[in-house]
Nanobody
């Protein structure tokens, strides 16, 4: 069992930045992925990182979002820049419990058995 603690959501204007954090309760060397969901839409994977630094991104966020990992703090960060109103969503941290599955992993919620409670990001125009 792994619990994931997220923080860093909030409200910003378009063009602004936010940084989300995700810290697991145990097993620091596991995949950490970020998904997001808006009402009425499927939850979509946007970024993932392994403990060795290997990353994957969805096309919608490439060039604007950066995922990183601080091994000492067991924490993964999602730095979000040039935010757009369409980035408004509940953001969830998730893990496979092992390594990430690359871009294919971002397409599958089922590959990530453990989830955080979510943190809201709201971008106003």
């Amino acid at each position: 069992q792994v619990q994931l603690a997220e923080s860093g959501g909030g409200s910003v204007q378009a063009g602004g930045s936010l940084r989300l954090s995700c810290t697991p309760s145990r097993f620091s060397n596991i995949c950490k992925a970020w998904f997001r969901q808006t009402p009425g839409k499927e939850r979509e994977g946007i970024a993932a990182i392994d403990s060795d630094g290997l990353t994957s991104y969805a096309d919608a966020v490439k060039g604007r979002f950066t995922i990183s990992h601080d091994n000492a703090k067991k924490t993964a960060y999602l730095q979000m820049t040039n935010l757009k109103p369409e980035d408004t969503a509940m953001y969830y941290c998730a893990t496979t419990g092992g390594r990430c599955y690359g871009p294919a992993g971002l397409l599958s919620r089922q590959m990530h058995p453990w989830w955080g409670q979510g943190t809201q990001v709201t971008v106003s125009s």
